[in-house]
């Protein structure tokens, strides 16, 4: 059974830290392996304290300003999303992450449709989001949902030094 949950600290916290872990973790190998920057001496600390700080934050992240779903594949956490508030029109997704025994299922495409879906419910028209240019598996999920390469967005707040290996990508829709 497939299910999409709410993030609830008070609940999901510990599944949440860990996907939130592989996924950083999967981030600086594939940053490592393709652009060979190695993220962990730019932060200055090991991904899982980098996490572990992340992690304060995100606790107190609450609709609508930010909204956090856990994907359980059979009670199972699976994969992750979220869509932030960064203007009155607009969602920015960011973390969509999926374990990788659970790719190729199509819970990217699920993940993003659930994310764009609530966003529309908060009033967003606009969809924005940033992707590695190189080996990301998501890539091909976001051109198939309709968005497109942008120039980088002001909202956007990833480090200067990561910008050049990054794409950025817009959907815009009309609103109801």
């Keep these: ?5 709410l993030f609830n600290p008070n ?8 996907l939130l872990l592989k996924h950083r973790r999967n981030t600086v190998e594939r940053v490592k ?9 730019k932060l200055g600390i090991p991904v899982q304290e980098f996490v572990e700080n992340e992690l304060k934050t995100h606790i107190a992240f609450k609709p609508p300003e930010n909204v956090v779903y856990l994907i ?8 992750m999303g979220r869509i932030s508030k960064v203007r009155e029109d607009a969602g920015e997704i960011k973390q969509m992450f999926n374990l990788p025994q659970f790719r190729g299922r199509g819970y990217g495409k699920m993940m993003l449709e ?8 908060l009033g967003f ?12 598996p998501a890539r ?12 980088r967005y002001p909202e956007n707040r990833l480090p200067l030094y990561l910008i050049p290996y990054y794409m950025f990508m817009e959907k815009k829709e009309n609103p109801q």
């Design 33 to 41: 392996e393709n652009h060979q920057i190695d993220i962990e001496e």
């Design 72 to 79: 359980y594949v059979d009670d199972v956490a699976a994969g």
């Design 140 to 151: 091909h999920i976001y051109a198939s949902a309709g968005f497109r390469e942008i120039e």
């Design 114 to 121: 659930k994310l764009m879906e609530t966003g529309r419910e």
């Design 1 to 5: 059974m497939i299910e999409f949950v």
């Design 11 to 18: 609940i999901h916290k510990e599944d949440y830290f860990q």
């Design 125 to 136: 028209t606009t969809f924005l989001l940033d992707v590695w240019k190189l080996g990301d």
